[in-house]
């Protein structure tokens, strides 16, 4: 791939706690010691301590085919801020959890939370008022390959002396099935939820550059995308991790049919995908089809 990986910083320490984010993961927007807000998803998150290494490699890998994904970082909580912040715990069953201290996952957060606005939805008669609508495609693409088995998340943001949104797509931590790692893959699954962000695809250019970038990709640019993950987010299991992305790797030559299954759905999600009627081509006399030295 030729973009590269977002950067990673080896020492990012959360410094304060701001508000519990919405969503299964039950993550928490954090003020960090680079100064920045984040988005911190903890090991013991009630979905599965997976979650954080597939948003970690996913988001790399989204971010090196050029889509609009948050940074993601490695971010230390430690035990004085748990135990002397309240609001940072897991709710399951009734019972209120710590968040567990360490290495956690971090996503930048998307916006300035003092005065920009964020949203997770947007009708569709404000689709001309998004910037960067044909980044859906590309991102279909991307959910595609990694079987992304949540329907694609993503946030509209607008700086506050601004008219217009940008898209951001966010929460990878499906991607990879979740905490299974294999890849079930489904019409479905990985795609946005309205249709009005694909009615602009009128063939393959639509899915460009991200689908060729994946289809490209060779194995070594994977392992990169995986480099400074903590273990503890997988068990440790290399043979697991080596296995998801060997996989990953061989299911590039899959990506259009997938995206073909999708199309050919009853959902009609490309009803302006032009069909270029087939062209009879002559035969050519056998000597031209022989190779010569």
């Not at 998307?110 to 920009?116: F, L, S, Y």
């Amino acid at each position: 791939m030729p973009g590269s990986t977002s950067t990673i910083h080896r020492k990012l320490y959360a410094t304060q706690h701001i508000r519990r984010m919405r969503g299964g993961a039950q993550s928490h927007l954090m003020r960090a010691s680079d100064g920045h807000y984040y988005v911190v998803k903890f090991q013991n998150n009630p979905q599965h301590p997976r979650v954080l290494a597939n948003e970690f490699l996913a988001s790399r890998i989204g971010f090196c085919l050029g889509l609009p994904m948050p940074h993601v970082n490695v971010i230390e909580v430690s035990d004085w801020l748990i135990q002397n912040t309240p609001e940072l715990c897991i709710e399951t069953a009734g019972m209120r959890i710590p968040c567990r201290s360490g290495l956690q996952l971090a996503c930048r957060y998307v916006a300035d939370p003092e005065c920009d606005m964020v949203l997770d939805y947007l009708p569709e008669s404000m689709a001309a008022n998004i910037d960067n609508l044909e980044m859906f495609p590309p991102c279909l693409a991307f959910d595609k390959w990694t079987c992304n088995a949540d329907g694609r998340q993503a946030v509209f943001t607008r700086p506050s002396q601004y008219r217009r949104f940008r898209t951001t797509f966010i929460d990878q931590g499906y991607c990879f099935n979740a905490g299974n790692w294999d890849f079930p893959d489904m019409a479905l699954r990985g795609v946005y939820y309205r249709n009005y962000v694909y009615r602009h695809v009128a063939g393959w250019d639509a899915f460009e550059p991200a689908l060729s970038l994946a289809e490209q990709v060779e194995l070594h640019q994977l392992w990169q995308c995986a480099s400074h993950m903590p273990k503890q987010w997988y068990d440790g299991n290399q043979d697991g991790l080596r296995r998801l992305l060997e996989t990953l790797h061989k299911r590039r030559s899959m990506i259009r049919d997938l995206i073909t299954q999708f199309r050919q759905h009853e959902r009609n999600p490309f009803p302006n995908w032009k069909h270029t009627p087939q062209v009879a081509v002559p035969d050519l006399p056998a000597d031209t089809l022989e190779c010569r030295a």
